[in-house]
T-cell receptor, first 117, second 113 residues
């Protein structure tokens, strides 16, 4: 069984469109993350979210918004897509030991490759 | 504040020779340190982690890393490289109470036959 799954795997869209990427984890974890990986493989954390609190990376444009319908899902919605949004987006989860701490092992999804034309 | 520096963007070795991937960190608190591996077109997978127990940490696939507080280092080693080790490796630092782990920029390991 896949622990952390993302859909779609590939997403090609035009500038200005709005799109969503879905993430689901079946590990029972309380904390989930979204990362952006650029063409040089640099990983940048965008959001950390648990059932208590959303932590936003201040450098993330407000066109990006995480939405969590329940503990097992954390979707990423992107408004008004720009060329610079082209990247691979990874979802991850970890067990919350009490305060959404990040010292736990993270389990990553397979990634969604977003291409904005 | 915390930061992590992976000293080499690329490391090239021959199959069967030792691997050394270097990582230095800074943290205001006692750190938790991780190495993750990313194979082409895949997500990241944990290799090993240090969380204030034994300073020599053994991971999967024959990898190990040693936490050296005096040198603020957490270098990743493997005695003998295999072709399947070719991948991107990320060193990560975090600490108790932090919501956000800090990733290094990655080291690409190239293994030649």
């Amino acid at each position: 069984d896949t622990a952390v799954s993302q859909t779609p795997k590939y997403l090609v869209t035009q500038m200005g469109n709005d799109k969503s990427i879905k993430c689901e984890q079946n590990l029972g974890h309380d904390t989930m993350y979204w990362y952006k990986q650029d063409s040089k493989k640099f990983l940048k954390i965008m959001f950390s979210y648990n059932n208590k609190e959303l932590i936003i990376n201040e450098t993330v444009p407000n066109r990006f918004s995480p939405k969590s319908p329940d503990k097992a899902h954390l979707n990423l919605h992107i408004n008004s897509l720009e060329l610079g949004d082209s990247a691979v987006y990874f979802c991850a989860s970890s067990q919350d030991q009490g305060q959404g701490i990040s010292t736990d092992t993270q389990y990553f999804g397979p990634g969604t490759r977003l291409t904005v034309l | 504040a915390q930061s992590v520096t992976q000293l080499d963007s690329h490391v090239s070795v021959s199959e069967g020779t030792p691997v050394l991937l270097r990582c230095n960190y800074s943290s205001s608190y006692s750190p938790s340190l991780f190495w993750y591996v990313q194979h082409p077109n895949k997500g990241l997978q944990l290799l090993l982690k240090y969380t204030s127990a034994a300073t020599l940490v053994k991971g999967i696939n024959g990898f190990e890393a040693e936490f050296k507080k005096s040198e603020t280092s957490f270098h990743l080693t493997k005695p003998s490289a295999h072709m399947s080790d070719a991948a991107e490796y990320f060193c990560v630092v975090s600490y108790w109470g932090s919501y956000i782990p800090t990733f290094g920029r990655g080291t690409s390991l190239i293994v030649h036959p």
